[in-house]
């Protein structure tokens, strides 16, 4: 029972199955699209470091996406590197990252929408993805909510 109930609760995410090479190229596309508003607010940050702790990099891959925070390169060499797989799981997981402030503004809009034309995504895939994200962050709210409820 312990493990039945263990696998049914933990969320589902493949990251960690992608290639090594892959998961990099996941990071740095995250990497760039927390400096796409040239602010990375501490929301943000904690997003992005929660996401590249699931893409299992070695310490010397790490430091080197901490870098491409810094100073990160073009989108296009961010994109080269994605399967469509990673390119799924790192566009859903850059809409994460531009909502974690509680706003997308058009600079990350426009590259999340240039992300889904190079993944050939579908027209409305950013609007399907943001509401997504909206009742994600309303069911952790919820959850916030009962745990402040539980002390009373």
């Not at 600079?107 to 994200?133: F, Q």
């Amino acid at each position: 029972m312990g493990d039945e109930l263990h696998a049914r609760f933990m969320l589902p995410d493949t990251i960690h199955k992608l290639s090594r090479e892959e998961r990099f190229s996941y990071a740095r596309l995250l990497a760039f699209m927390a400096r796409v508003d040239n602010e990375l607010t501490v929301d943000e940050m904690a997003m992005f470091e929660q996401r590249l702790g699931t893409a299992l990099l070695s310490p010397n891959q790490r430091a080197m996406i901490r870098e491409a925070l810094k100073s990160p390169p073009p989108l296009d060499e961010c994109l080269a590197g994605l399967s469509d797989e990673a390119g799924r799981l790192a566009l859903r997981d850059a809409v994460l990252m531009a909502a974690a402030d509680g706003e997308v503004d058009d600079d990350e809009r426009e590259v999340l929408e240039e992300i889904i034309t190079h993944l050939g995504l579908s027209k409305g895939s950013l609007d399907r993805l943001l509401s997504w994200t909206v009742e994600g962050y309303s069911w952790m709210q919820s959850g916030y909510d009962l745990l402040n409820d539980l002390s009373e």
